[in-house]
C-alpha cells in the first residue's frame, strides 16, 4: 500500500528521496472506484468523500515540508452518464482546462516529524466549478475525469534553493483515487455507498436520499 519510488525518484535531494505515502482508507476508495468514483462539485465549494489522507514515512524528522495537492485530467474527453447501460461514455473534446490549482495543506510548512506523526487530512480540500472563485478551491469541469496527486516538498533553506526545486519535491499518485467530478450523482450505486459510509450522511439514511 506504500507508493515510494515513484516517477522520477532518481536526482532527487536526500530530504525527499525515501519519502513514501500510503492512502489511509484504501479499501473504501477501492470499492468506489470499481464502481467509478463520483465527487460533486458545486459554485460554492464541496469536500471529497473519501477524504484524501495519507500516512507518510521516510521524512527526515528535522526539516521542513510543505505538502500540497493538485488535480490534472485524466484525458482530453468530456462525459455524459448512459443510464440504460449504467455506463460513463465520451460525449466529446474536453472543456478548456480550468486554471490550475493546488491546494496547500494549512498545516504547512512542518516538521517531518509532525507529518509522520499522525495520518495527513486533506479535509479542509474543497472542488468548485465556479471559473471564478476567489476562494481558493480547486476548480474543476462538471463530467470530466481526474487524477488526485499529492506532493511533499522539502523547503530548502539554501538561498539559490529556486534553482533545486526540482530536486526538492517528491509526488504520488494513487489510481483508486481517479473520479468523475459531477453536479449531481449519476450512478445511483456511487450514491447508496456514500450514504452508507459517510458519517455526515446520516440524516439521508433515515429517509429517502435528496437526488
Given at each position: 500500500?506504500?507508493?515510494?519510488?515513484?516517477?522520477?525518484?532518481?536526482g532527487k535531494n536526500r530530504h525527499v528521496c525515501h519519502a513514501a505515502a500510503r492512502l489511509e482508507m484504501g479499501s473504501l476508495w477501492e470499492e468506489f472506484n470499481r464502481l467509478g468514483t463520483e465527487m460533486i462539485v458545486t459554485k460554492a465549494g464541496r469536500r471529497m468523500f473519501p477524504t484524501f489522507q495519507v500516512k507518510l514515512s521516510g521524512l527526515d524528522p528535522l526539516a521542513d515540508y510543505v505538502l500540497l495537492m493538485d488535480f490534472i485530467p485524466l484525458d482530453d474527453k468530456r462525459y455524459r452518464y448512459a443510464f440504460h447501460s449504467s455506463s460513463w461514455l465520451a460525449a466529446g473534446r474536453a472543456e478548456p482546462a480550468a486554471p490550475g490549482r493546488v491546494h496547500f495543506h494549512p498545516d504547512s510548512p512542518a516538521k517531518g516529524a509532525q507529518w509522520m506523526r499522525q495520518i495527513v487530512s486533506f479535509d479542509k480540500l474543497k472542488l468548485t466549478n465556479n471559473l471564478l472563485d476567489d476562494n481558493g478551491h480547486i476548480i474543476l469541469n462538471s463530467m470530466h475525469r481526474y487524477q488526485p496527486r499529492f506532493h511533499v516538498v522539502f523547503v530548502d533553506p539554501r538561498r539559490d534553493s529556486e534553482r533545486f526545486a526540482h530536486q526538492n519535491f517528491k509526488s504520488f499518485s494513487f489510481p483508486e483515487t481517479q473520479f468523475m467530478a459531477v453536479t449531481a450523482y449519476q450512478n445511483h450505486r456511487i450514491t447508496q455507498l456514500k450514504i452508507a459510509s459517510n458519517p455526515f450522511a446520516k440524516g439521508f439514511r433515515d429517509g429517502d436520499p435528496e437526488p
Amino acid at each position: 500500500g506504500w507508493a515510494g519510488d515513484g516517477p522520477g525518484a532518481g536526482g532527487k535531494n536526500r530530504h525527499v528521496c525515501h519519502a513514501a505515502a500510503r492512502l489511509e482508507m484504501g479499501s473504501l476508495w477501492e470499492e468506489f472506484n470499481r464502481l467509478g468514483t463520483e465527487m460533486i462539485v458545486t459554485k460554492a465549494g464541496r469536500r471529497m468523500f473519501p477524504t484524501f489522507q495519507v500516512k507518510l514515512s521516510g521524512l527526515d524528522p528535522l526539516a521542513d515540508y510543505v505538502l500540497l495537492m493538485d488535480f490534472i485530467p485524466l484525458d482530453d474527453k468530456r462525459y455524459r452518464y448512459a443510464f440504460h447501460s449504467s455506463s460513463w461514455l465520451a460525449a466529446g473534446r474536453a472543456e478548456p482546462a480550468a486554471p490550475g490549482r493546488v491546494h496547500f495543506h494549512p498545516d504547512s510548512p512542518a516538521k517531518g516529524a509532525q507529518w509522520m506523526r499522525q495520518i495527513v487530512s486533506f479535509d479542509k480540500l474543497k472542488l468548485t466549478n465556479n471559473l471564478l472563485d476567489d476562494n481558493g478551491h480547486i476548480i474543476l469541469n462538471s463530467m470530466h475525469r481526474y487524477q488526485p496527486r499529492f506532493h511533499v516538498v522539502f523547503v530548502d533553506p539554501r538561498r539559490d534553493s529556486e534553482r533545486f526545486a526540482h530536486q526538492n519535491f517528491k509526488s504520488f499518485s494513487f489510481p483508486e483515487t481517479q473520479f468523475m467530478a459531477v453536479t449531481a450523482y449519476q450512478n445511483h450505486r456511487i450514491t447508496q455507498l456514500k450514504i452508507a459510509s459517510n458519517p455526515f450522511a446520516k440524516g439521508f439514511r433515515d429517509g429517502d436520499p435528496e437526488p
